[in-house]
């Protein structure tokens, strides 16, 4: 049974290196649980297996116990019917069931001490399965947060950087282009203008003079009259 202790050990030093290799801790966890619960199961048959055996041991010794003072009862009747023959027969098989006895006795002892043993490994390994689940649990936590720290410093090792600066000074020029361009264009269209269009504005600023010039002759003549 000292294999269950191996298991036990194995399992502790691949869990403290998990996060140094490759392979993805939460996956891996889970199959190290995997194979702790086959262990386990094993472990749980063999353990059936010898309890079996400490119960066949104690059955043959009560039986032989049983036989040897059964034996002796009869020896005893057949004294008190003067029936010394079978009595020494009765007391020669006693001998024989209690050395069979003692045996299985011996037997039954030692086979106990064993099923107490490995069920104390058994136990073992369910109180290690245990603490490896909420290790688990602990560690998944932590992978998981690892994982989404290493997503956030690769985001943020390019946020505010040159990409996004360059960025930004790109489409600065373009709106400096654009209203230079904007700018440009209303400055042709107003040296575009011909010299009809320019004459016309000085006749319709005449007009508009002289329509002037009319309402206050006007309004003068009314004051002298």
Known sequence: MGLFKRIGDNIRANLNSLLDKAEDPVKMLEQYLRDMEEDIADAEVAVAKQIAVVKRFEGSYRDAQAMVEKREAQAVQAL???REDLARKALEDKKIHAAK?????EQ???AREVADNLKKQLQDMKDEFTR??????TLVA???AAKAQKEI??????????????????MEEKVLQFEAEASAGQELRSASKNL???LAELGNGAGEIDDELQRLKAKLQEKKE
């Open 80 to 82: 008190e019917q003067n």
């Open 101 to 105: 006895a003692a045996d299985y006795q």
């Open 108 to 110: 039954f002892e030692r």
């Open 132 to 137: 490896m689940q909420a290790r688990k649990a």
């Open 142 to 144: 932590r992978a998981e």
């Open 153 to 170: 410093n690769k985001t943020m090792s390019g946020f505010g950087k040159d990409t996004a600066r360059k960025g930004f000074e790109r």
């Open 196 to 198: 009809d269009d320019e």
